[in-house]
C-alpha cells in the first residue's frame, strides 16, 4: 500500500512537471507568434502611445454571451478638432538656371478703337524641367618643347596636381565621386550604373566601374587612418555592428557573413571598418588604443576591450527597453509598468536635446537617478514573483544585468542614453544590403566601409557628400594641403 502511495506521488509530481513544460513550451510558441505578426503588420516604433497597436495582435477570449455581444452599446469616439494647413509654395533655389519665355497677343490693338494696347502687367506660371546629367571630356594637353640650336632634349609641360585624381585613369573627379555616391548613398549597385551610363550613350563596365572605385578608395585612405586616430583618441565612443554577406568563392553557392563594425564619437565622427567574423579578437584589435567608456549592447564580443583600467562600458537603455516590448504578450500589466518608468527617462532626455554638458549632468543627477533607482525596485521586485525561464523573466534578468553600466551614463554629460545614434548610421547599410545584396569580395566589402564612413560622416555634419568627395579627390594631391583639414568635420569648400 505504501508503495502504491509513493507510486502515485511520483506519477503526480511527473505530470506536474510535463504541464509545467508545455506551459512553457505554449508560452514561447505564442510570444514567437505574437512576434512575427508584429513584425510583419506592426508599427516600428518603440515609443509608447495611448492607442496601444500591440493589442490587434493579442488574443481576446470569447464574449460570456451571443447576447451580451449583440446588444452592448456601441462605443463612441471622440475626434479633436484640426484645422487645415494652407499649402506652402515651394521655393526654388537661386543656383537653379531661369529661362524666360514672354507670350503675347496675337493682335495687339483694341477691336473696339483700334488703339494699341500697352503692357499693364503679366501672370508667370512655373515649369521646372529636368535636363538629364551631362558628360564632358576634358583633354589635357600637355605641350612638348625642344630648342632647335643646341638640341639638348624635349621638354614635356607637367599637369597641375588637382589634375587627374587617379594616374592612367579617365576618370574625374566628379565622376570619382558620383560612382561612389550612387552605390553607397542612392544604393545603386555598379551594374545598374553601368545601364544608367549605357542610357547616356556611354559604355563603362561594371569591371571598369569597380577599378574605379577601388582607386577612389585608395585615395581616401590617408584621411581614414587620421579618422581612425582621431576617434580612438576620445573618451567616449559608441560601438555596433551589422552583418555583411561576401562572395569569397570559398563554399560554391553560398556567402560568407562578415561584418562592419563601427565606432561613434558623437556628435559628428563615425568610422566603419570590416571584418571576415564577429569574434572578440576584432573589437581587441580595433579599440586597443581607445581609453575612455565605450557605449555598447551586451554582446560578449566587446568583453575583451573592456578592462577597467582602460575601457568601461556604457548599457544601452533602448535594448532593455526592446526586450519589455517583445514581452508584452506574455506579461502586458507588468511589462507596461516597466515601460512607463522608461518612456519618464526618455522624456527627460528630449527636454536636454541641445543643452550643455554641464546641464544635461545637473538634471539627471536630479531627476533621472530616481527614475534609475525607481526602475530597478520595480524589476527587482517583479523578478522574485516572476517563473524563470519565461520570457518575461528573460528580460528582466537582462535589464537587472545591465543596472551598473546602465547607471554609468549618469556620470558625464556628454554621455547618451542610448547607442540609438550608432545605430541609425547602420540604416543605410540595410537598405544598401537590399539593393547590391552582398560584396564581390572581402577587399570590396573593406573598401565599402571606407566609403560608408565618410559618407555617412558627411551625413552627421550636414554637408553634400558630392560636393566633398569630388573636392577632396580634386585637392588630396595638392602641396599643402593637410589631411585633417580635408576630414569631414573639418572640411571647408574650396573657393575656386
Known amino acids: 500500500m505504501q508503495s502504491s502511495t509513493s507510486y502515485d506521488e511520483l506519477a503526480r509530481e511527473g505530470l506536474i512537471s510535463a504541464l509545467i513544460e508545455r506551459d512553457r513550451e505554449v508560452e514561447k510558441l505564442h510570444h514567437l ?18 492607442s496601444n497597436q500591440e493589442e490587434l495582435f493579442t488574443f481576446s477570449p470569447e464574449p460570456e454571451s451571443p447576447l451580451e455581444s449583440a446588444v452592448e452599446a456601441p462605443s463612441i469616439t471622440e475626434v479633436a478638432g484640426h484645422s487645415r494647413k494652407a499649402r506652402v509654395k515651394r521655393k526654388i533655389p537661386e543656383w537653379i ?29 512655373e515649369e521646372l524641367e529636368f535636363i538629364p546629367a551631362t558628360f564632358k571630356l576634358i583633354q589635357h594637353a600637355r605641350l612638348k618643347r625642344a630648342c632647335p640650336g643646341c638640341k639638348n632634349g624635349v621638354f614635356v609641360a607637367k599637369l597641375p596636381p588637382e589634375v587627374k585624381p587617379l594616374e592612367r585613369c579617365m576618370a574625374g573627379a566628379g565622376l570619382l565621386a558620383q560612382i561612389s555616391i550612387s552605390k553607397y548613398e542612392d544604393h545603386n549597385p555598379l551594374y545598374r550604373q553601368e545601364q544608367i551610363f549605357k542610357r547616356h550613350g556611354i559604355e563603362l563596365p561594371r569591371r571598369l566601374l569597380c577599378g574605379w572605385v577601388a ?33 569569397d568563392g ?23 571598418h570590416y571584418a571576415e567574423s564577429r569574434a572578440g579578437a576584432v573589437p581587441l584589435a580595433l579599440f586597443k588604443d581607445f581609453r575612455g567608456r565605450l557605449q555598447t549592447d551586451a554582446y560578449a564580443g566587446y568583453n575583451p576591450v573592456l578592462i577597467p583600467e582602460q575601457c568601461e562600458r556604457i548599457a544601452c537603455m533602448a535594448h532593455i527597453r526592446r526586450k519589455f516590448i517583445e514581452a508584452q504578450a506574455t506579461a502586458k500589466q507588468d511589462a507596461q509598468k516597466v515601460l512607463q518608468v522608461i518612456a519618464e527617462l526618455y522624456k527627460l532626455e ?26 530597478y525596485r520595480l524589476i ?10 519565461s520570457v518575461y523573466a528573460k528580460a528582466l534578468s537582462y535589464a537587472w544585468d545591465q543596472r551598473i553600466p546602465m547607471l554609468r551614463y549618469l556620470r558625464d554629460g556628454r554621455y547618451e542614453i542610448d547607442n540609438n545614434l550608432i545605430e541609425n548610421q547602420m540604416r543605410p547599410v540595410a537598405l544598401g544590403r537590399k539593393n547590391y545584396l552582398f560584396a564581390g569580395s572581402h577587399e570590396g566589402a573593406r573598401r565599402a566601409a571606407v566609403l560608408y564612413t565618410f559618407i555617412n560622416s558627411c551625413r552627421l555634419n550636414k554637408i553634400n557628400a558630392f560636393e566633398y568627395l569630388r573636392d577632396v579627390f580634386t585637392r588630396i594631391h595638392t602641396p599643402g594641403v593637410h589631411v585633417q583639414e580635408l576630414l569631414p568635420h573639418n572640411w571647408q569648400p574650396s573657393r575656386s
Open 215 to 247: 582607386g577612389a578608395v585608395d585615395l581616401l585612405m590617408p584621411l581614414y587612418e587620421t579618422m581612425k586616430k582621431e576617434l580612438l583618441s576620445e573618451s567616449y565612443l559608441q560601438g555596433d555592428e551589422t552583418t555583411l554577406k561576401v562572395q
Open 97 to 125: 538656371e531661369r529661362e524666360r519665355i514672354e507670350y503675347d497677343l496675337d493682335c495687339a490693338t483694341c477691336s473696339g478703337c483700334a488703339q494699341p494696347m500697352p503692357v499693364i502687367g503679366e501672370e508667370i506660371s
Open 350 to 375: 528630449r527636454t536636454l536635446k541641445g543643452r550643455l554638458p554641464e546641464e544635461r549632468l545637473e538634471r539627471r543627477k536630479r531627476r533621472a537617478f530616481p527614475l534609475l533607482r525607481k526602475l
Open 380 to 389: 527587482r521586485q517583479q523578478r522574485k514573483r516572476t517563473l524563470p525561464q
Open 33 to 50: 507568434l505574437l512576434q512575427a505578426k508584429k513584425a510583419q503588420y506592426g508599427r516600428k516604433s518603440e515609443k509608447l502611445s495611448s
Open 250 to 272: 570559398e563554399t560554391k553557392g553560398k556567402l560568407h557573413t562578415g561584418y562592419l563594425w563601427a565606432m561613434l564619437g558623437p556628435p559628428n565622427k563615425v568610422l566603419f
